[in-house]
C-alpha cells in the first residue's frame, strides 16, 4: 500500500500503556555483577563524567583505581605544519598515471609524511589502596550502568565493608566511598602515583595537608634516543591531581605520599583533576571544585550525578523478550556466550553499555572519545589511543543520533572545527587548494597532516571528509537549523572545496576523479604482482566526495543559499566517476579497476562505505544490494572481521542488507570473540569503537531511516521473538517506540516535535502518517501498517 493516510481511527496519545515509563531501574537488567576482583586491567569496571574518570578493580586487599583524563597529551598546537607542494603532488599523480605506483609510494610518505611523529594520550595516574582486611568473603563486585555507579562489597572479620565509585558531571569530581559497619572501623593506607615515562619521572606527589595528596606534573613523551642520548618532548599539557579525604570517626595521617587510616567508621575520597588545556590556571580550578563541595554530602552528590547521567541514559529502553534469572555473574555468562550458547540479556547489556561508554566519554565541554573513550592505563597507549580517522572515530559515534543521545557528538563537532582551521592552512601551503584537509590520524591538537609510516597507512586524504558526514546526519536526526547553519553548513562547504579543487578530468573518458588515492590500510598486486597502495581513484574516496558535494548542496538548498560555488560542485558531481562499479565477478570495486588482493580477508571493506555508514545503496537498486552482499561474503570466505570494530561494522552491514540471520550471526560471533569480561571490546587488545559499533547494529537492526523513510524492524531475527524497544530517534527528530509479539510488529508509537508528514514501512507495507507536534501517534493492530 503506497501513500496512504492513517484513518482518523488511529489513536493520538501521549502515553502508550504497552510501553510504560522510559526509566531504567537498578535491577539486574542494568547491572554487570562478579563474584571476584579485576584480575587485571581488562577486568576492572570504567566510570567517567565525560572528561573525567576511572577503571575500578574492587580488590578488597589491594585496591587499584586507574586515572585517566582526556586532555592528557604531550606536545602542543604548534607542533608539525605543513610539508610537501603542490610540485610533489603534481610529480605523484604523474607516477601514478605512468604506472610507477610503487615510486609514488614511497614518494608520498618521503615528501608529505610527518613520519614517526606520533602523540599518545596518556594515563593520569593510580589511586592505590591498601586495605588491612584479615580475612574477606561474601565477596561482590558490580557496575549499575543505569546509575553509573562501581562498587563492590565484601565482609572482613564478620563486618560488611563498602567501597562506591563515581565520576560526577556536575560537580566536576571522582568520588570513592569507603564504609564499614564494624564499630571499631577500618584501617588502611593510600597513596597516589603515575608511571615513568622510560625511566622518566612524570609527576611529583606530596601532602601539604594531613588529608590531601597532590599530584603535579606535565605530560612529556620520551621519544627514544639519538646519538645514545634520550629525547624528550619537553612540553605538553601541564596537570595537577588532587585527592582530598573526609572521614568519619578515627584518624587520617600524612606521610610524604601517602595517608594512613585508622578505626575510620567512613571516609569519601574526592578526586579532582585539572589541566592547563582547559584552563589558564588550572590550580586556581581545582581549588574552586573543592571549595564548591563543602557543603554537599555525599547523598547530595549521589543524587546530582544519578540525575545527571540519567537525563541520557533513560532515553532509551530495550527488552528482548523472555529471559532466564540473573543468576549467574557476568563473566560466567560471557563464558557460556563463548560457548555458543545465545543470551538476550547479554546483548541488550551489551547494547546499553554502548550508550553506558558514551555518556560517561564524551559530553558537552570534553573532549571526544578516542581509541580507549577516555580509559587508558598506560603512557604509551597501543595506536597512541588517538583519533584515528579512517573508521575508529567515526565508529564512536554510530549509535550517538539513533540511540537518542545526538549532544554528546558535539566534542566531535569540537575538534573537528578545529581540525577544519588547521587544515585550511594545510590545504593551502601543500596541495595549493582551497578549503580544507585532514588524513587519517589526529590528535588533541587536531592536527591535520599526514602521518604515514607507509603509504597505504596514513596517506589517505578523507578522514574530514567522513567526519563532514556527521554534521549532515546530526542535522537529520536533531533538525536543527543553527547548527545547519552555523556549524554544518560551513564545515561541508570546507571539504567540498578542497574536494572541487583536488578533482582532476580523466582524459580517456572525461570524468573526474580523485588521485592519487588509498583504500583504508588495504593493498592491491601491481602488475609486477607486488603490494602497491596508490591509485587512480578508490571506491571509498569517490564515494565520499560524492556525499560531501550531495550533502553540501542539500544543506545550502534547505538554507536558501544559490551562488558559483553549489553551481560548480553540481556540475561536478554530474561529471564524478561513480564509485560504486560492480567487476565481473559481481563484487563492488574497490579500486579504480579489478586488481587481486595481497590480503583478501582484509578488515576494512571501505568500498561499501556507501551502504553504511552512507546511504546511496539502497533496496531501490537491486543490483547494487547483491553486489554489496557478495563483497562481504567474500571478505568472510577469506577469514575478514576479525575481532572488534571490523564485525561490529558487519553487523551494521547486514543491517542495512535486511538480513536478520546474518546479523545476529554476527552479533553472536562479536560476543563470542570480542569482548573481555568487563564487557570491553577486544581489539585486541582494548579499542572501544567495538562496543559502539555493537550498539549501532543492533538499533539498525529495529529501526532504519536513512532512505527518507522509516523502516521498522528491517532485520528483526526470529531468536528475538518477542521484544520491546523505545525511545529510538528516527531522522526527522522523531522518537519511536517498537513492540512485537512472536516476531510481527505489535505496536508503534511515533512522537514529534513538530507537525509533519512521514512514510512508514514495515514488510511490504508502506503507509503515510501525520504527525502532530508533542503528541503520540500509535500505530497498533487496527492500522493498515499492521497486517495480522
Known amino acids: 500500500m503506497q501513500n496512504r493516510f492513517i484513518p482518523l481511527f488511529l489513536m493520538l496519545a501521549f502515553l502508550l500503556i504497552p510501553f510504560g515509563s522510559h526509566s531504567q531501574d537498578s ?142 558531571a556536575p560537580d ?117 571544585t573543592l571549595e564548591s563541595l563543602q557543603n554537599k554530602d555525599f547523598d547530595t552528590l549521589l543524587s546530582r550525578h544519578i540525575k545527571d547521567y540519567q537525563q541520557y541514559f533513560n532515553r532509551v529502553s530495550i527488552d528482548l523478550g523472555e529471559k532466564e534469572p540473573d543468576t549467574l555473574s557476568t563473566a560466567e555468562r560471557l563464558q557460556r556466550v563463548k560457548n555458543g550458547q545465545p543470551d538476550r540479556d547479554l546483548v541488550e547489556k551489551l547494547f546499553q553499555y554502548g550508550r553506558y561508554l558514551l555518556i560517561s566519554s564524551s559530553r558537552p565541554g570534553t573532549n571526544p572519545a578516542n581509541l580507549q573513550g577516555l580509559w587508558n592505563k598506560d603512557i604509551q597507549a597501543p595506536w597512541n589511543a588517538d583519533y584515528h580517522l579512517n573508521i575508529n572515530l567515526q565508529m564512536n559515534y554510530w549509535p550517538a543520533g539513533i540511540t537518542n543521545l545526538s549532544e554528546l557528538q558535539e566534542p566531535l563537532f569540537d575538534l573537528t572545527d578545529r581540525l577544519i582551521e588547521r ?43 567522513w567526519l563532514a558526514q556527521h554534521y549532515w546526519e546530526h542535522y537529520r536526526f536533531t533538525q536543527d537549523t543553527t547548527f545547519l547553519k552555523e556549524r554544518a553548513y560551513p564545515a561541508l562547504k570546507a571539504y567540498a572545496q578542497f574536494y572541487s579543487d583536488w578533482l582532476t578530468e580523466d582524459p580517456r573518458d572525461g570524468t573526474l576523479i580523485s588521485t592519487p588515492e588509498t583504500s583504508p590500510e588495504n593493498r592491491y598486486l601491481a602488475p609486477d604482482g607486488k603490494p602497491a597502495a596508490l591509485s587512480g581513484g578508490t571506491a571509498m574516496g569517490h564515494q565520499i566526495i560524492a556525499e560531501v558535494f550531495d550533502n553540501t548542496i542539500a544543506s545550502a538548498e534547505i538554507l536558501g543559499k544559490s551562488d558559483e560555488f553549489i553551481q560548480k560542485i553540481k556540475d561536478q558531481r554530474r561529471q564524478l566517476r561513480t564509485g560504486i562499479q560492480i567487476g565481473e565477478d559481481g563484487r563492488i570495486l574497490e579500486w579504480d579497476r579489478e586488481y587481486e588482493e595481497p590480503e583478501k580477508g582484509h578488515r576494512h571493506i571501505s568500498h561499501l562505505y556507501a551502504l553504511h555508514p552512507g546511504d546511496d545503496i539502497t533496496t531501490e537498486d537491486p543490483e547494487l544490494f547483491e553486489a554489496a552482499r557478495k563483497t562481504i561474503e567474500h571478505r568472510l570466505e577469506h577469514g575478514g572481521a576479525g575481532p572488534g570494530w571490523s564485525r561490529a561494522w558487519i553487523i551494521n552491514f547486514y543491517a542495512r542488507l535486511l538480513n536478520p540471520e546474518a546479523a545476529y550471526e554476527n552479533i553472536q560471533l562479536f560476543m563470542e570473540r570480542s569482548i573481555y569480561p568487563n564487557l570491553l571490546d577486544i581489539h585486541p587488545p582494548f579499542q572501544i569503537d567495538g562496543n559502539f559499533g555493537f550498539t549501532a547494529g543492533i538499533a539498525e537492526m529495529l529501526l532504519q531511516s536513512h532512505e527518507g523513510f522509516l523502516r521498522i524492524l528491517p532485520a528483526l531475527p526470529d531468536e528475538w521473538p518477542n521484544g520491546k524497544i523505545k525511545g529510538l530517534k528516527a531522522r526527522g527528530n522523531i522518537e519511536v517506540d517498537i513492540a512485537w509479539e512472536d516476531g510481527k510488529l505489535e505496536q508503534l508509537k511515533l512522537t514529534s516535535e513538530e507537525d509533519k508528514t512521514v512514510q512508514v514501512k514495515y514488510g511490504e507495507n508502506k503507509i503515510q502518517v501525520e504527525l502532530k507536534a508533542g503528541k503520540a501517534t500509535i500505530l497498533d493492530i487496527n492500522s493498515e501498517l499492521i497486517e495480522r
Open 172 to 288: 566536576d569530581v571522582l568520588i570513592v566511598r569507603i564504609i564499614t559497619e564494624n564499630p571499631d572501623g577500618i584501617n588502611f593506607r593510600l597513596r597516589m602515583n603515575r608511571p615513568d615515562d622510560n625511566g622518566h619521572p612524570t609527576v611529583e606527589v606530596t601532602s601539604p595537608e594531613y588529608n590531601v595528596l597532590n599530584m603535579r606534573g606535565m605530560v612529556t613523551q620520551y621519544a627514544g634516543a639519538k646519538n645514545s642520548e634520550p629525547v624528550v618532548i619537553d612540553y605538553g599539557v601541564e596537570f595537577e591531581t588532587i585527592l582530598k579525604a573526609d572521614i568519619k570517626e578515627g584518624s587520617v595521617t600524612s606521610e610524604n605520599d601517602k595517608l594512613t587510616f585508622k578505626n575510620v567508621q567512613e571516609v569519601i575520597l574526592y578526586i579532582v583533576s585539572s589541566t592547563s588545556f582547559y584552563h589558564n590556571d588550572y590550580v586556581e580550578n581545582n581549588k574552586k
Open 27 to 168: 535491577t539486574s537488567k542494568n547491572l554487570l555483577w562478579y563474584e571476584s576482583p579485576a584480575e587485571n586491567w581488562d577486568h576492572a569496571l570504567p566510570v567517567g563524567n565525560g572528561r573525567l574518570g576511572a577503571m575500578v578493580f574492587g580488590n578488597p586487599k589491594s585496591e587499584r583505581i586507574q586515572l585517566n583524563e582526556d586532555s592528557m597529551w604531550p606536545g602542543g598546537p604548534d607542533w608539525g605544519n605543513s610539508k610537501g607542494t603542490p610540485e610533489d603532488l603534481a610529480e605523484i599523480r604523474k607516477l601514478v598515471k605512468e604506472g610507477k605506483v610503487h615510486l609514488a609510494d614511497s614518494l608520498i610518505v618521503e615528501r608529505f609524511s610527518f613520519k614517526g611523529v606520533a602523540r599518545s594520550h596518556q594515563t593520569m595516574g593510580d589511586l592505590f589502596i591498601e586495605y588491612q582486611n584479615k580475612d574477606v568473603n561474601d565477596y561482590k563486585r558490580s557496575l549499575n550502568i543505569a546509575k553509573a555507579v562501581a562498587s563492590s562489597s565484601w565482609k572482613s572479620g564478620g563486618y560488611k565493608v563498602s567501597q562506591e565509585v563515581f565520576a560526577s
Open 423 to 465: 587544515g585550511k592552512k594545510l590545504a593551502k601551503e601543500q596541495y595549493g587548494m582551497s578549503g580544507t584537509v585532514a588524513h587519517q590520524t589526529t590528535d588533541l591538537w587536531a592536527s591535520p597532516w599526514m602521518q604515514a609510516e607507509t603509504a597505504y597507512w596514513g596517506s589517505w586524504i578523507h578522514g574530514g571528509g
